[in-house]
């Protein structure tokens, strides 16, 4: 009897460990997913810019960023770009209002421009080995 008592306690915080594992994931603190090469970044973004975020709004499942283009590598010169990030309970965007970014964004079949946890989008502190490989730009006046 005392054996099984122990095995339950065993298997009960076990399942507690393991619950909270869940509700760390579920909270976006443990997100895994396989970040593309540059290369294919390059190759699969529609657009690449640097910029700021300057406005923020959700509709429905989505939060849309409005950011200030700095500068940009790919797609049509603009001084201000939306991007869509598609938010679930496992994953919510990670951009903040004033935070600069290096982004990395594709085109949807409606025209607006989407991105995802799983891409090179980062902070534009963080994305010195992307800007040496993208080189110069084009600034937005």
Do not use: H
Not at 16 to 27: I, W
Not at 48 to 74: H, S
């Amino acid at each position: 009897m005392k054996l099984l008592i122990i095995v339950f306690l065993a298997v009960s915080t076990l399942l507690v460990t393991n619950k909270s594992e869940v509700s760390a994931k579920e909270s976006g603190a443990i997100v895994k997913c396989a970040i593309p090469s540059f290369t294919r970044a390059y190759q699969d973004s529609n657009a690449i810019f640097a910029g700021k975020v300057i406005n923020v709004r959700t509709e429905g499942d989505e939060r849309i960023f409005t950011l200030q283009v700095e500068k940009y590598w790919k797609g049509k010169k603009s001084k201000t770009l939306e991007v869509r990030y598609y938010e679930t309970s496992y994953y919510q965007a990670w951009l903040k209002v004033g935070g600069r970014y290096l982004v990395f964004a594709r085109k949807n079949d409606n025209g607006t421009l989407s991105d995802s946890r799983c891409s090179l989008t980062k902070d534009y502190s963080q994305a010195s080995a992307e800007l040496k490989k993208l080189g110069k730009g084009k600034l937005v006046k």
